[in-house]
């Protein structure tokens, strides 16, 4: 049982450059989540997703895209990346019971040059 | 949506000591409360939660609180050691919605 997997760890990107945060989570949750935690500082929501094919903006979405095809499945795509998105990115994921636990994926750590 | 608020932001304790760290939320419909333990350079993982039925929960060192009427939580942890340094963060979660984390609490245990 790996829980939740995120890919890559680290990813340096250039200005302008695009790329996509892998996480994958084999307990057959239907919530699924993107934090993004800034140095020293707590966790804010990118967006989420409450099952396959349903995603929605978190506190703060903007630079930032999702898609949610399979359950397993909740790839985050940043577009036209700026130093502002330097952060470590967590995915999570939580059953539907109310006191269901939120996992959390190891992080990928990003930098934007 | 829902508020969560958490103090002190920094605590030192000597190792042995108590620490509490305190929590407010915002949205009455919020009725689970878990707390995250994140060390440096990990994920957050959960330490030990609450109902909104129930209005206090030990296990072993730590305990949590719950006032529902007041809208405020706590965590406290007895007998502090070295590994108890790390950031907290209180988390109100209500059915259906996200979980809403606090700015955290980072609690340094001095030898």
């Known amino acids: 049982n790996a829980g939740v997997t995120q890919t890559p760890k680290f990813r340096i990107l250039k200005i302008g450059q695009s790329m996509t945060l892998q996480c994958a989570q084999d307990?057959?949750?239907?919530?699924m989540y993107w934090y993004r935690q800034d140095p020293g500082m707590g966790l804010k929501l990118i967006y989420y997703s409450v099952g396959a094919g349903i995603t929605d903006k978190g506190e703060v979405p903007n630079g930032y895209n999702v898609s949610r095809s399979t359950t397993e499945d909740f790839p985050l795509r940043l577009e036209l990346a700026a130093p502002s998105q330097t952060s470590v990115y967590f995915c999570?994921?939580?059953?539907?019971?109310?006191?269901?636990?939120?996992?959390f994926g190891e992080g990928s750590r990003l930098t934007v040059l | 949506g829902e508020n969560v608020e958490q103090h002190p932001s920094t605590l030192s304790v000597q190792e042995g000591d108590s620490a509490v760290i305190k929590c407010t939320y915002s949205?009455?419909?919020?009725?689970?409360f878990p707390w995250y333990k994140q060390e440096l350079g990990k994920r957050p993982q959960l330490i030990i939660d609450?109902?909104?039925?129930?209005g206090e929960k030990k296990d072993q060192r730590i305990a949590v609180t719950l006032n529902k009427t007041a809208k405020h939580f706590s965590l406290h942890i007895t007998e502090t050691q070295p590994e108890d340094s790390a950031v907290y963060f209180c988390v109100a979660r209500g059915y259906g919605q996200n979980f809403v984390f606090g700015p955290g609490t980072r609690l340094s245990v001095l030898p």
């Open positions: 307990m057959n949750h239907n919530y």
């Open positions: 999570a994921s939580s059953s539907q019971s109310i006191t269901g636990e939120l996992f």
């Open positions: 609450i109902r909104s039925n129930v």
């Open positions: 949205d009455s419909a919020s009725n689970y």
